[in-house]
């Protein structure tokens, strides 16, 4: 099967089983959104969930956290992977934004970058939800599901999502995330795939090839 044909019949799937999709992570405005993101580093989005609230009813905004004290912001982090980085990554985020950006999450993918603690894939998440940017960011979900699927065979973050926007249509890619990044969280698992419970079988490289073994 051709890569283009993989990439047309999972998209099909994926539209007509996953209609609607969004992040896991809990948010009421982009400044929640890219603090749960930064937070989401090598930690479950429940976790995150978990934990947010009690940093949003202290530091609302990014004016409130830049103001923050580092052992104080620390204390509601805790429980987060890489608690100490995350929270200076956290208040130098917010400083950066009241000095650089008034206050606001800009949109602009570069910028983000610039932002602490925020790399690409932060980035992109950021700029597809918020601002419906034609990005897809990567993770270690997306990375799997792509590989395995056969969708790209990139080495790096950045060469899979190079290749999976060349073959996603534009007005597709915010949502397409989120389906990768669903279906291997809950399907396409590291560790057991549930590869016959799994409606992608037709278009699945690992699949096919997992098929001919046990032959």
Known sequence: MTKKKRYELAIEWFETNMPEVRSELAYNSPFELIVAVILSAQCTDKRVNMTTPRIFMHYPDAASMAAAKEEELFE??????????????????????????????PSDIDDLMSLPGVGRKTANVVAS???????????????????RMGLSDGKTPEAVSFELEKNIPVEKRATAHHWLILHGRYVCTARNPKCSDCGLQQCCRYYSLSSRTEL
Do not use: E
């Not at 982090?77 to 206050?103: C, E, W």
């Open 76 to 105: 509601l982090v805790k429980s987060i992977s890489y608690p100490n980085a995350k929270t200076r990554h956290l208040i130098g985020m917010a400083q950066m934004l009241i000095d650089r950006f008034d206050g606001k999450v």
């Open 129 to 147: 939800i918020v601002y419906d940017k034609p990005v897809i960011a990567v993770d270690t979900h997306v990375f799997r599901v792509s590989h």
